[in-house]
């Protein structure tokens, strides 16, 4: 059995494009044996490094971006989605590909379209709470569809959650928390707030969480604050002898051992780290970003009310709202098992094994035919 995935250009839809193809290759006991895994993407996004790195064979074919509004280049995309589409259907004839596998974005589109006229199912994969245009088209050729957030607006979508690496999904917090407070410098028994704005950091959240500094430490809260790599101005001088550390580093390698290491995080609320904190049981306080159509809000809303962190909009968060808000929490303990407990509850840590699951009906179903 051969399964194409398609997902490129962000880790948002690389990371659980490469979830997934970790749990297709551990069924050995599949129809046929373990299944093959190619994966499609284009030369000009992340999965040029990521996905040979994880192992998987990785084919390229042209991009076709879609403008998020009217714009002049909007006229250039039926030619491209022509040629995509052309490029596509050949190399899924080459690869005898069983079953397509979508999460979206730039290189998905041209994949539906591909195994359609191919004669191959499609299975979409919605990372977000409101869909982008690729999966909605998707949706309308797929024969199955499923969603990471219940509710998301797609037709006949069923909810089976965000794959995540086995690293995240086995994470044993309670048991790793020592070694993974050591590992930054940090005390074995404080509270810990862990501060993250993606990769490149966050400026809002740099500025909150610095300006409130003072107040954390002063509490007894440590910090471990991961400011982006070309941040190099978010400091914090250093704290007397005997305080809570203030830890600030460029970037996280390790998101298990900061994961370990916090009792709440503060953080922006793209849909895989929601998906990552609740499989994990990490509490957070969610800052969407104030840009785009609304989606972070969206994604967070389903932990947010089911008691498993905080929502607070990028225009509120400030020193004043962490002081009044997140020291009071952080240094209850009581109170931050709760929120830990519902977060834990709202997450789908098997969310792998069930896309695996939906993946390889599709496939056999068609073999059966």
């Known amino acids: 059995m051969h399964?194409?995935?398609?997902?490129?250009?962000?880790?948002?839809?690389?990371?659980?494009?490469?979830?997934?193809?970790?749990?297709?290759?551990?069924?050995s006991t599949a129809p046929g044996g373990t299944p093959r895994v190619t994966c499609l993407g284009t030369s000009r996004g992340m999965e040029t490094r990521l996905v040979p790195a994880r192992g998987y064979d990785l084919r390229l074919i042209p991009p076709v971006?879609?403008?998020?509004?009217?714009?002049?280049?909007?006229?250039?995309?039926?030619g491209r989605i022509v040629r995509a589409v052309s490029e596509t259907r050949a190399l899924l004839t080459e690869l005898g590909a069983d079953v397509v596998v979508g999460f979206?974005?730039?290189?998905?589109?041209?994949?539906?379209?591909?195994?359609?006229?191919?004669?191959?199912?499609?299975?979409?994969?919605?990372?977000?709470?409101?869909?982008?245009?690729?999966?909605?088209?998707?949706?309308?050729v797929a024969a199955r569809v499923a969603l990471t957030v219940p509710g998301t607006p797609l037709h006949g979508g069923v909810h089976v959650g965000m794959p995540?690496?086995?690293?995240?999904?086995?994470?044993?917090?309670?048991?790793?928390?020592?070694?993974?407070?050591?590992?930054?410098?940090l005390h074995a028994d404080r509270p810990?707030?862990?501060?993250?704005?993606?990769?490149?950091?966050?400026?809002?959240?740099?500025?909150?969480?610095?300006?409130?500094a003072d107040a954390l430490t002063a509490a007894g809260v440590q910090v471990l604050h991961a400011r982006g790599p070309k941040n190099t101005d978010v400091?914090?001088?250093?704290?007397?002898?005997?305080?809570?550390?203030?830890?600030?580093?460029?970037?996280?390698?390790?998101?298990?051992?900061?994961?370990a290491a916090a009792d709440l995080a503060l953080c922006r609320s793209g849909a895989v780290t929601v998906a990552e904190l609740?499989?994990?049981?990490?509490?957070?306080?969610?800052?969407?970003?104030?840009?785009?159509?609304?989606?972070?809000?969206?994604?967070?809303?389903?932990?947010?009310?089911?008691?498993?962190?905080?929502?607070?909009?990028?225009?509120?968060?400030?020193?004043a709202w962490?002081?009044?808000?997140?020291?009071?929490?952080?240094?209850?303990?009581?109170?931050?098992?709760?929120?830990?407990a519902h977060a834990a509850a709202a997450g789908t840590p098997d969310a792998d094994e069930r896309l695996a699951d939906l993946v390889l009906d599709v496939a056999t179903r068609r073999g059966t035919r």
Not at 298 to 307: R, T
């Open 322 to 340: 962490i002081t009044a808000e997140l020291v009071p929490l952080l240094t209850d303990p009581t109170a931050l098992s709760a929120l830990a």
């Open 278 to 319: 609740s499989a994990v049981g990490l509490p957070a306080a969610f800052v969407p970003l104030p840009i785009g159509n609304g989606e972070q809000r969206l994604n967070a809303l389903p932990v947010v009310e089911a008691g498993g962190g905080l929502l607070v909009a990028d225009a509120d968060l400030d020193p």
């Open 65 to 78: 971006p879609l403008p998020r509004k009217p714009t002049p280049d909007l006229l250039r995309v039926p």
């Open 3 to 27: 399964v194409v995935l398609a997902g490129g250009g962000t880790g948002g839809h690389i990371e659980p494009m490469l979830a997934l193809a970790d749990a297709l290759t551990r069924r």
């Open 104 to 140: 979206g974005g730039y290189v998905a589109l041209p994949a539906y379209l591909a195994a359609r006229r191919a004669g191959v199912p499609v299975v979409v994969h919605e990372q977000n709470a409101l869909p982008g245009l690729a999966n909605r088209i998707g949706a309308r």
């Open 164 to 185: 995540l690496r086995t690293s995240i999904t086995g994470l044993d917090r309670a048991a790793r928390r020592a070694e993974a407070r050591a590992a930054f410098g």
């Open 235 to 259: 400091a914090v001088p250093a704290r007397p002898a005997g305080s809570a550390p203030y830890v600030v580093v460029d970037y996280l390698e390790r998101m298990d051992l900061a994961y």
């Open 192 to 212: 810990t707030l862990l501060v993250f704005g993606g990769s490149q950091g966050a400026a809002s959240l740099n500025r909150a969480a610095v300006g409130a």
